[in-house]
């Protein structure tokens, strides 16, 4: 069976660097429309089923905005 997974972005903590977009082989993530507090455009699931928790995201961020859940 294959792996599934959750991610979650911490939208205060993300700095909008998109490296986690790119590091995702099933393209989970995009860009967020709305800007967070800080002004950044963070990160957003867009296709939350797609994930396959690899934690390639998380090994990425530099920011320690992702959480991702082995389901
Ligand atoms: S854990 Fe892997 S598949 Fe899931 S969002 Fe992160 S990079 Fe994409
Ligand atoms: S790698 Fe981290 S800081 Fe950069 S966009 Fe993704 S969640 Fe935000």
């Known amino acids: 069976m294959a792996i599934k997974g959750t991610v979650e972005v911490d939208r205060e903590r993300c700095k909008g660097c998109q ?3 790119r ?3 099933t ?5 967020d429309t709305e800007a967070n507090s800080w002004g950044y ?3 957003k ?6 994930c396959i928790a690899c ?4 090994t990425v961020c530099p920011d320690v ?3 991702v859940y082995k389901l």
């Open 55 to 58: 934690g390639a995201c998380f």
């Open 23 to 25: 590091a995702c082989p």
């Open 45 to 50: 699931v867009i296709a939350a089923d797609k």
């Open 27 to 31: 393209k989970v993530l995009g860009v």
């Open 19 to 21: 490296l986690c977009i």
């Open 65 to 67: 905005a992702i959480t």
């Open 41 to 43: 455009f963070p990160a």
